[in-house]
């Protein structure tokens, strides 16, 4: 795809997670620039559900935007990933509410269902105070920070920020937000089965081999998940 092109899929990759409830006001979701793995695409400073195309800025690995228009402040987390992790082609970055409480409590989110075997990779932990102190904002405002969260992250999908979010990863734009999206209704379902006693969890194997299964499929919810998108913008 051109950078047009994946300026487009990017305006709706916002509008989708939107809709889907992981963002908000906040939250962002990039793609790296698909002939140059150097660069990649984030919105402006901008609400994700009004995003479009011609708000997209080229980045470069250092955070720094290639035009003058105001970028999100945490561009740090994009950054710092995709230079840690040359497999990853997409990440989101969201404040989704279900998924807080993992953040900040002692149980493991871990995959309660096929759709979310993705999690059985295992789920990281960042804990700011560690290397920055107690009195940040939490924000990942900085280069320094955002290495810190990138190793945090390894070589999983996810990573939870304690009182903040968490950031989610995948090999490409579609399966990065269907990653989020499953993230945060499998932390939903998890706190409605803790409260009914045991619970069994997929194992590692179980998880893989259905994350491998299921993301042969992501178009189909893709184009579901647009087109309410796109519905919900014309009430």
């Not at 305006?11 to 006001?25: E, M, P, R, S």
């Not at 390894?154 to 937000?177: D, Q, Y």
């Amino acid at each position: 795809m051109t950078i047009e092109q994946q300026s487009a899929e990017l305006a709706d990759a916002n509008h989708i997670l939107f809709d889907q409830g992981v963002l908000d006001a906040f939250g962002h979701v990039s793609v790296r620039v698909e002939d140059d793995p150097g660069r990649f695409l984030l919105s402006r400073n901008l609400a994700p559900t009004l995003v479009t195309a011609a708000d997209v800025q080229v980045i470069g690995l250092d955070g720094e935007p290639e035009d003058g228009r105001r970028p999100y402040l945490e561009r740090f987390i994009h950054a710092s990933i995709y230079r840690a992790r040359p497999d990853v082609t997409a990440l989101v970055h969201s404040h989704s509410l279900g998924v807080i409480p993992f953040g900040v409590s002692n149980v493991p989110l871990a995959p309660l269902f096929h759709m979310a075997g993705f999690l059985a990779e295992g789920v990281g932990r960042f804990e700011i105070r560690d290397q920055f102190g107690d009195g940040t904002d939490l924000l990942v405002r900085s280069e320094e920070i955002g290495d810190a969260l990138a190793a945090s992250l390894g070589s999983g999908s996810v990573v939870l920020m304690r009182g903040h979010g968490s950031v989610v990863v995948g090999p490409s734009l579609r399966l990065a937000v269907y990653r989020a999206i499953y993230t945060e209704v499998n932390a939903r379902l998890q706190a409605d089965v803790i409260r009914l006693g045991e619970w069994t969890p997929l194992t590692t194997k179980e998880g893989l081999a259905a994350a491998d299964t299921i993301a042969g499929q992501v178009d189909r919810a893709w184009g579901m998940w647009l087109r309410r998108a796109e519905q919900g913008s014309l009430e």
